[in-house]
Nanobody, 123 residues
Framework: QVQLVESGGGLVQAGGSLRLSCAAS????????MGWFRQAPGKEREFVAT????????YYADSVKGRFTISRDSAKNTAYLQMNSLKAEETAVYYC????????????????WGQGAQVTVSS
């Protein structure tokens, strides 16, 4: 089992940047693909980005390509989401997920989730 704690959320102006962190407990971090999802008020949770176990593979939602970067540091058991050129409509709670079965753009029942980090982008 793995526990995830997100940090780095906050308030930023449109066009600004934030970096989210997702710290994972345990010694099995490298066995999980990691992902970021977000849920805006009144909307369903949606996929943002994912990174493979070895960090050699990444995949992004079309809406964030070229602006967001997902990465991971196995030495720190931490995944990151660097978000640049943020838009007001990207205000949401951002969640990280650990996926034992590998990279995915969809949620699966056996994934582990953090508690979420609020990101508010003011226009």
């Amino acid at each position: 089992q793995v526990q995830l704690v997100e940090s780095g959320g906050g308030l930023v102006q449109a066009g600004g940047s934030l970096r989210l962190s997702c710290a994972a407990s345990g010694r099995t971090f490298s066995t999980y693909a990691m992902g970021w999802f977000r849920q805006a008020p009144g909307k369903e949770r949606e996929f943002v980005a994912t990174i493979g176990r070895s960090a050699s593979s990444t995949y992004y939602a079309d809406s964030v390509k070229g602006r967001f970067t997902i990465s991971r540091d196995s030495a720190k058991n931490t995944a990151y989401l660097q978000m640049n050129s943020l838009k007001a409509e990207e205000t949401a709670v951002y969640y990280c997920a650990a996926a034992r079965r590998g990279m995915s753009t969809t949620e699966r029942q056996d994934d582990y989730w953090g508690q979420g980090a609020q990101v508010t982008v003011s226009s």
